[in-house]
Structure formats: structure tokens, C-alpha cells
């Protein structure tokens, strides 16, 4: 019998992101014998958001507040691996989830997955890359509520900062797409959206970063001739928010 509590504080105006690397706990359909339980507040007086057991890596799930609890519990038999999972720290915009990333790989999915996203959400994402690369994509899972032309849910991939880029694709369905999604920039945005009927199991993109030969160029020649303050301070800023409380941390015995 064991138990193991963790605990996150975000900044006031931000919330709490925490997602499973791995996770590898004693099944059971109640989770009554070992389990992971997400709380929504300081301490696990406060409501659960969901009580975890089996094995479903990449699941995500945000708090509404500054405040996350973790407790992880198990019992007097039966051990499987243990988790691991990481927090960060997202903007509440809508109180949702709405999320930014400068580091890569990393990955994207719909609120939920790989249970069911809610209706009527939008999800904006961005992703950055340093100046000099560009940003790939690429789906892993497909399933979100079909139409022609994805008039009711629908992940939309902008080719840069925000909704008013080019589109790069536009995905509905169950089919998941082939193709590698690059941006032409440093940037690309990811828009969730679901309407307010009929949901499904969302999807999931990892997307990494890759050096644009042509950029490389430029900024080899650019480094030459320009002032020595090479990274501006959009970036900087922008990084600030996901700074991770633990980058990582694990309930295992090493
Ligand atoms: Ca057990
Ligand atoms: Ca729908």
C-alpha cells in the first residue's frame, strides 16, 4: 500500500496541463485497486477531474484554476510499471485549451483523447519554431465527426501565427491524413473546433521542428552583417508561460 502526492501551482491566470508519458497501472473498470486521481484545486478535497488506471499514454488533462493534485495510489498486490507524466503550464484564454509550444517534438491532441472531445470547443494552437526552421506535422489518430467540407468539427492547420494564415489543411473524419504538414515559416497554428452536437474520439498530431535549407542560408548571411542581439523578444516572452514546474517527474523506484 502506497501513496504519493504531487502538486502544481501555476502562475494566477494560467492552468495546469498535465499528460501522461506513460502509464502502466494495475487495470481494473472502477480503478478500485491502484490508481492516479487528477484534482481540480490545492489538494484532493477539492473535486477529481478523472481517476486514471490501465494503460493510456498521451491521455491530457487541464485543470480549471492554478492548482492541480496528483495522487498516486496502490494496493497490497499486484504492481504494474507506474506512470510518468509531465505538467505545464498553459494561458486560460477561454479556460480551455488554448496552448503554445517553442520546444520539439511534441504533440497536439483534441481535449479528452483518446476519450471523447466536448462540444462546442476551440482549441487554438501554436507552435514555434526558432527563426531558421520550419515546423512538420504529422497525424496519428483520426476521429472526429464527418462532413464534406467539415462544416462541424475540424482540426485546421494554419500556415503561421494564428487563424488569418493560409490554410494547410482542413481534416474531418475517421480517415487519418497522410501526408506531412510543413510550414513555410517559423510558425504554424493548429485549430480545433466542434460544434455543439455529436462527438468523437479526436485526434492526434506530433509535430517536430526541422531546419528550412533556405532560412539556413539567409541566416548565415545574416549573422555576418546584423547587431548581436539574435534572439528577439517576442520569443523570450512567449517561451515564459510553459516553463514546466518538473520537467518530469515519475513514481517509480529508479
Ligand atoms: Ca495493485
Ligand atoms: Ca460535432
Not at 500500500?1 to 502538486?7: P, R
Not at 472531445?117 to 465527426?145: K, R
Not at 494547410?168 to 480545433?192: A, K, N, W, Y
Request: proline share 6%.
Amino acid at each position: 500500500m502506497s501513496d504519493n502526492i504531487v502538486f502544481a501551482l501555476a502562475p494566477t491566470s494560467y492552468t495546469v496541463l498535465f499528460t501522461f508519458i506513460e502509464l502502466d497501472i494495475e487495470d481494473h473498470f472502477d480503478c478500485r485497486y491502484d490508481w492516479v486521481g487528477l484534482y481540480d484545486g490545492p489538494n484532493d478535497g477539492f473535486p477529481s477531474l478523472r481517476y486514471f488506471c490501465g494503460h493510456f499514454p498521451g491521455v491530457s488533462m487541464v485543470s480549471h484554476g492554478p492548482y492541480m493534485t496528483v495522487i498516486f495510489s496502490s494496493d497490497g498486490s499486484k504492481n504494474d510499471r507506474g506512470y510518468k507524466a509531465s505538467f505545464d503550464f498553459v494561458q486560460e484564454n477561454d479556460g480551455t485549451c488554448n496552448a503554445m509550444y517553442t520546444t520539439a517534438p511534441g504533440e497536439v491532441t483534441s481535449p479528452n483523447y483518446p476519450f471523447e472531445y466536448p462540444e462546442a470547443v476551440e482549441c487554438v494552437t501554436h507552435i514555434q519554431a526558432p527563426m531558421g526552421q520550419i515546423v512538420s506535422l504529422v497525424f496519428f489518430d483520426m476521429g472526429i465527426e464527418f462532413n464534406d467540407e467539415c462544416i462541424y468539427d475540424s482540426v485546421i492547420v494554419y500556415d503561421g501565427a494564428g487563424d488569418l494564415a493560409p490554410e494547410i489543411g482542413r481534416f474531418c473524419g475517421e480517415e487519418v491524413p497522410t501526408e506531412e504538414l510543413i510550414s513555410s515559416g517559423h510558425d504554424m497554428t493548429i485549430v480545433f473546433s466542434s460544434d455543439g452536437s455529436i462527438t468523437s474520439t479526436g485526434f492526434r498530431v506530433i509535430f517536430n521542428f526541422r531546419a528550412n535549407s533556405a532560412w539556413s542560408d539567409l541566416e548565415g548571411l545574416r549573422s555576418e552583417t546584423r547587431p548581436s542581439q539574435v534572439t528577439n523578444q517576442r520569443e523570450e516572452h512567449l517561451t515564459h508561460p510553459r516553463r514546466p514546474l518538473h520537467d518530469r517527474f515519475d513514481n517509480r523506484a529508479s
